[in-house]
């Protein structure tokens, strides 16, 4: 994803560039090679050096493979890109993706 690489907690990300945002995909440890993930859950969050990019894959039938992590990304629309590419590469539907989108509040310095 970003400049930083924490990834998913799985074994070793596999990395591209999209538009000059370095996206880390990330496939969970199971026998299978083929990993098969259902929904995909985002939240992304306004920080003071960009968005936190939290993200939760998992399969309703076999909720103990999911894989999660965290990035930080320069820009929501960066933000934006790593999870439509996570969305992309795992092949999962819009209708089971969801995104939360926290943004600070200028005015009374609350998130919202």
């Excluded at 936190?52 to 909720?63: I, N, S, T, Y």
């Excluded at 790593?82 to 998130?111: H, W, Y």
Aim: with cysteine.
């Amino acid at each position: 994803m970003s400049q930083a690489t924490s990834g998913l907690r799985t074994q070793a990300p596999s990395c591209c560039n999209i538009r000059g945002v370095n996206v880390v995909v990330v496939k969970p440890k199971t026998k299978s090679t083929s990993s098969r993930y259902s929904h995909l859950f985002a939240w992304i969050s306004e920080e003071d050096d960009g968005y936190a990019v939290q993200v939760r894959l998992h399969d309703e039938g076999k909720p103990q493979s999911a894989a999660w992590g965290e990035e930080i990304a320069d820009s929501l629309e960066a933000a934006s890109l790593m999870v439509a590419k996570l969305a992309s590469e795992f092949s999962i539907p819009q209708g089971r993706i969801k995104i939360e989108i926290r943004m600070n509040d200028m005015t009374n310095g609350t998130q919202h």
